[in-house]
């Protein structure tokens, strides 16, 4: 749904005032929405799921071994 020109300018009213207020959250929450930052955080959530599964299958082995 878009948003109407006065929610528009609510909004970039809302942005330059928190640039101004405190730079530092609001370039942290612009790259929030990055490709890049997706593509890590993807990256690592897969990282973790491959290391899970893979442990699952190793005490599966070892419980069959025993």
């Known amino acids: 749904m878009a948003l109407s020109m006065e929610e528009q300018r609510i909004l970039s009213q809302i ?4 640039k101004e207020d405190d ?3 609001a370039q ?4 929030l929405g990055t490709p ?15 290391i899970i599964v893979l442990a699952a ?3 599966g082995i070892a ?4």
Not at 36 to 50: E, H, P, Q, S
Not at 63 to 66: G, P, Q
């Open 15 to 18: 942005e330059v005032r928190l």
């Open 63 to 66: 419980a069959a071994i025993l």
């Open 23 to 25: 730079p530092r959250l």
């Open 28 to 31: 942290r929450l612009a790259r």
């Open 57 to 59: 299958v190793a005490a």
């Open 36 to 50: 890049r930052a997706r593509r890590a955080r993807t990256v690592v959530l897969a990282a973790a799921a491959v």
